[in-house]
């Protein structure tokens, strides 16, 4: 059993939709990659065990306005990633891309 999911482009808000299962573990979507981690393509049968998936809006399948308009798309990539877990504690990616900015002060 799959859903349809709809994932909004950051940079022009075009929609894309992907089959997925109905126990997903999505955190975020960002205009760059989180450090370290690995994406898969959207259409790779083992995308689900990556990090997360890489998307080119308008070139990785139907692209739509939010009314479900066809549109085109801009062509820049976007990142949708999972909840990353090691030895049952979930994991932040180093520094976080997501959730605002973050300040480390070491002294």
Same mark, same amino acid.
């Given at each position: ?16 939709? #992907? =089959?997925?299962?109905?126990? #997903? ?12 981690? =690995?994406?898969?393509? @959207? ?22 306005? #939010? ?12 990142? #949708? ?8 504690? =979930?994991?932040?990616?180093? @520094?976080?891309?997501?959730?605002? @900015? ?6």
């Amino acid at each position: 059993m799959t859903v349809t999911v709809r994932y909004t482009c950051p940079h022009c808000n075009a929609m894309v939709s #992907l =089959e997925r299962p109905p126990d #997903l573990a999505d955190r975020s979507v960002t205009k760059i990659r989180q450090p370290g981690w =690995e994406y898969a393509n @959207p259409d790779d049968p083992d995308r689900e065990s990556a990090d997360g998936i890489e998307f080119v809006c308008g070139e990785d399948g139907s692209v739509t306005d #939010l009314e479900g308009e066809p549109v085109a798309g801009c062509g820049r990539p976007f990142y #949708l990633n999972f909840v990353r877990y090691e030895q049952g504690v =979930e994991l932040e990616p180093e @520094p976080p891309t997501y959730g605002g @900015p973050r300040f480390d002060f070491n002294g």
